[in-house]
Structure formats: structure tokens, C-alpha cells
């Protein structure tokens, strides 16, 4: 689906998200193990953008395509894969960058979905756990995306989550999603 033709978070219903995230098919990466052949020459930035030999990928149709294609390794590499090559990709913190988010309900009945700088949704839960880091410039939320990768929740959207969070009735402060709970407190 090209990047033009994604829908409008705000104007979807969770349940309408839940079905264009099951329709969503990727690649076999996982079960591609072809032999490692060097260096990509590029790399995802923190701020979500990505760069081959140093210059901004601007198409985003392309970026779409290589996200489809990353995985991260068992050493904690971050490689793109098809079934007949393996290259490095360097990646500053995350591979990718949750840059929306529709909530939907209340308390342990609420549901976050999230748009990712790629287009994908990923609605937060058990299998997509939101995890907080603390970091020098403050807590730095993450959302597992997929088979160890993450996104790295955009400062906007952690204000909502945080604001979330707050306004909740819990013993500590933190945030529901399709019955799981998330502590906002980062993790030691």
C-alpha cells in the first residue's frame, strides 16, 4: 500500500485498525538465514529517518519497502534480509518511530493504537508491550513492534500516554491496552 494511500488514524475505529493490521503481510525474514554479504550503507537516524550513503532516503514508498525487510538479530544487529542476502544496517536507537496514537475506553477495557513513521499500526498489548527507559533527556517510551524490533514513542505522543497514565485510578501510574498493563515508572 503506498504511503499516499494510508488512511487517517483519527478518522479509524479500533476494530477497523485490527483488521488493516491482520491484513498486513510481511516477508518470511525469519525464516530466511542467507549468508551475511556486508554492509548496506544505510542507516535509521533516532529521529526515524532513514539514510543510504549518508543522504535521506525521500522516498517514502522505498523506506515502506526496507522496513519490510528488517530484522534484528540475536547479537542485537539490525540487518535486512532477503532470501539470498544479509546486510548490516546501523540504527541509532530504534528502527522505528511511533508517530500517532488513537485510544479508545478506560481503564483495564482501554486500547492504544499506534502509527508508526512507516505507515504500520501496531495496537499496544501483551504481544506489542509498551516499555519506558529512563534516559539523560527523560523517560524514552518503546513499543515492540515485531520480533525484537521497536519503535521509540515520538515526544508528543509520550505526553499523551503520560497525561494517560496520570488520569488513571491505578496504585501507580500507568497505562492499559487489550488487557495489558504498563507501569509508566521506567525500568531500572
Not at 538465514?33 to 544505510?42: F, L, Q
Not at 525487510?69 to 547479537?75: G, M, T, Y
Amino acid at each position: 500500500m503506498p504511503m499516499e494511500d494510508l488512511p487517517d488514524l483519527a478518522s479509524l475505529s479500533l476494530p477497523e485498525i485490527a483488521t488493516l493490521i491482520e491484513q498486513r503481510r510481511l516477508p518470511p525474514v525469519k525464516q530466511w538465514n542467507p549468508t551475511h554479504c556486508g554492509d548496506s550503507e544505510m542507516r535509521i537516524a533516532r529521529d526515524g529517518t532513514w539514510y543510504h550513503q549518508g543522504s535521506p532516503i525521500g522516498r517514502p514508498a522505498m523506506v515502506r519497502l526496507f522496513s519490510t525487510i528488517l530484522r534484528r538479530e540475536a547479537d542485537g544487529r539490525h540487518v535486512l534480509v532477503t532470501p539470498v542476502e544479509k546486510l548490516d544496517i546501523a540504527v541509532e536507537d530504534a528502527p522505528f518511530v511511533a508517530v500517532e496514537m488513537k485510544a479508545e475506553g478506560e481503564g483495564a477495557a482501554a486500547r492504544l493504537a499506534f502509527r508508526l513513521n512507516t505507515g504500520d499500526l501496531v495496537t499496544a498489548g501483551s504481544d506489542h508491550p509498551l516499555r519506558f527507559v529512563a534516559g539523560e533527556d527523560g523517560p524514552r517510551p518503546y513499543l515492540h513492534v515485531r520480533d525484537g524490533l521497536e519503535a521509540l514513542v515520538a515526544r508528543a505522543v509520550y505526553y499523551d500516554l503520560a497525561e494517560r497514565a496520570l488520569a488513571g485510578d491505578a496504585d501507580r501510574p500507568g497505562l492499559w491496552s487489550d488487557g495489558a498493563f504498563f507501569p509508566l515508572e521506567p525500568a531500572a
